[in-house]
């Protein structure tokens, strides 16, 4: 009984083998996304069961396919290293990427992942600010990367979206807007039809132009060469400037900035300003203007500078000094005016006494005529 066993076995084994070879029956193991960027997926899968593999798995297919079919990229990848990376991708896209092993006889069914690659990422640094009564300035930096970034789509309170053509447009005006009114504005990067980042968002209040400011006309400062006036501020104005001419003149002056030194506009917290190097005892028209992002106002006033005093007082002794030296003058001509007339009269005398007594008489002894 056990020799025919072995006889059989042993006629069985003469006999030549026929083994059939089929595709792999089964499909990788949990697919995993190692990197998504908006052009490229990397993804990572475990091994087929055994059982299913029908065979030596020599390596495996990784594709990735839109929603409609279009394949957009392939890798054959090599049986030991089970990950690949697919690039060529479109931003913000869906895809169906698959993974299937292949063996000698053909390659087995596939594993699937839904993905969706991200945008570009959004607009930074954005910033809304009023530059008008009614209108709003929107300033952002472009996504970098920009991918396929071809405008942008602002959305606004009460507003309508605005869509704006090129992806390296840094900002934009909203117009037409209502004074008074908070609005919250957001921005997305767009691509062709569809948005491309999460919005971003500022919101601004539109003030109106604030109202002029009051100059405290009671305290105003004033010396031969400065002025120093004050004023209240409008709550809304954000900074002031005080400019100055003569009286009837077009020559104004704009203030310098008391921090800077230059030329420009007063901090809010100053409210008050010392014009300099003026004409002592003249009229001087001054304005002072505030400001706010909506506009300005202004009130305007006259003033004058204080008469120099010490000037008037050197004026005076000056003038009393000249009018010393005019009598001391006038009294020196009358008395030299007096001795020739004197003299004269003394000589016609000594003449005359001559001619009657045939004596010279001397004209002047320094004590008494002879």
């Known amino acids: 009984m056990m020799l025919v066993e072995v006889q059989s076995v042993t006629l069985l084994l003469q006999r030549p083998l026929k083994l059939s070879i089929t595709a792999p029956s089964g499909s990788?193991?949990?697919?995993?996304v190692g990197t998504l960027t908006a052009n490229s997926v990397t993804l990572q899968w475990g091994e087929?069961?055994?059982?299913?593999?029908?065979?030596?798995?020599?390596?495996?297919?990784?594709?990735?396919?839109?929603?409609?079919?279009?394949?957009?990229?392939t890798a054959r990848v090599n049986v030991d290293d089970r990950q690949a990376t697919i690039s060529g991708l479109t931003p913000s896209t869906q895809y169906t990427v698959s993974v299937a092993a292949v063996n000698g006889a053909g390659t087995g069914p596939v594993t699937t992942l839904p993905v969706e690659t991200p945008?570009?990422?959004?607009?930074?640094?954005?910033?809304?600010?009023?530059?008008?009564?009614?209108?709003?300035?929107?300033?952002?930096?472009?996504p970098s990367p920009l991918g396929d970034t071809t405008g942008y789509r602002i959305s606004y309170t009460t507003g309508s979206d605005v869509d704006i053509d090129g992806g390296s447009t840094n900002s934009y005006t909203l117009t037409g807007l209502t004074n008074g009114q908070t609005y919250t504005i957001s921005i997305v990067a767009m691509a062709p039809n569809r948005p491309t980042s999460s919005p971003i968002e500022a919101q601004v209040t539109l003030v109106g132009v604030p109202e002029k400011?009051?100059?405290?006309?009671?305290?105003?400062?004033?010396?031969?060469?400065?002025?120093?006036?004050?004023?209240?501020?409008?709550?809304?104005a954000t900074g002031s400037e005080v400019s100055w001419e003569l009286t009837g003149q077009m020559r104004r002056r704009r203030v310098s900035n008391a921090e800077g030194g230059t030329s420009g506009r007063l901090p809010k917290d100053q409210n008050s300003y010392t014009i300099g190097r003026l004409r002592s005892g003249t009229s001087y028209d001054i304005t002072v203007t505030v400001f706010n992002s909506a506009g300005n106002s202004s009130t305007t006033f006259t003033h004058s500078t204080a008469e120099d005093i010490s000037k008037s007082d050197s004026s005076a002794s000056v003038a009393a000094l000249g009018g010393v030296l005019g009598v001391v003058i006038v009294t020196a001509i009358v008395v030299?005016?007096?001795?020739?007339?004197?003299?004269?009269?003394?000589?016609?005398?000594?003449?005359?006494s001559t001619h009657t007594t045939g004596v010279e008489m001397p004209i002047f002894s320094g004590k008494k005529y002879l």
């Open 213 to 236: 400011p009051t100059v405290d006309m009671d305290n105003i400062e004033t010396s031969p060469t400065t002025i120093t006036t004050s004023w209240s501020f409008p709550p809304d």
């Open 28 to 32: 990788p193991a949990s697919i995993t």
């Open 336 to 352: 030299q005016a007096m001795v020739i007339v004197i003299f004269i009269r003394r000589l016609q005398r000594a003449k005359a």
């Open 48 to 73: 087929v069961a055994c059982l299913e593999r029908n065979g030596e798995i020599t390596s495996y297919t990784v594709t990735a396919a839109t929603s409609d079919g279009v394949v957009k990229g």
């Open 119 to 142: 945008g570009p990422p959004p607009p930074t640094g954005v910033t809304a600010v009023q530059d008008g009564p009614t209108s709003i300035t929107v300033t952002w930096t472009p």
